[in-house]
Nanobody, 121 residues
Framework: QVQLVESGGGLVQPGGSLRLSCAASERFFSINIMGWYRQAPGNQRELVARIINGGSTVYADSVKGRFTISRDNYKNTVYLQMSSLKPEDTAVYYC???????????????WGQGTQVTVSS
């Protein structure tokens, strides 16, 4: 089964930057959407950013102008460049993909295991 493996989380000071990466353990036959969600303690999981086939992007209002999502289609990898980080960005960040691993299988959702991002001085 395809796994999404995140990396790049950690502790950063307010105003700092981090880059998250998410790589699929094997190639997808097709991917419709790749993106990032986050969940802070006591909160629901929320969309941070996603990139759709063709390159269209969607961002949460809270991260617009600070975060940038990008994708390497050949490597089935998605990145999240986070800048001007704030304490309220502290959360577990989850990679998300919607796709099919073969032509015979239906499109479905995939989730990574999550990576902690902590913004604190």
């Amino acid at each position: 089964q395809v796994q999404l493996v995140e990396s790049g989380g950690g502790l950063v000071q307010p105003g700092g930057s981090l880059r998250l990466s998410c790589a699929a353990s094997e190639r997808f036959f097709s991917i419709n959407i790749m993106g990032w969600y986050r969940q802070a303690p006591g909160n629901q999981r929320e969309l941070v950013a996603r990139i759709i086939n063709g390159g269209s992007t969607v961002y949460a209002d809270s991260v617009k102008g600070r975060f940038t999502i990008s994708r390497d289609n050949y490597k089935n990898t998605v990145y999240l460049q986070m800048s001007s980080l704030k304490p309220e960005d502290t959360a577990v960040y989850y990679c998300h993909a919607v796709g099919a691993t073969t032509a015979m299988l239906p499109t479905r959702e995939y989730w990574g295991q999550g990576t902690q991002v902590t913004v604190s001085s």
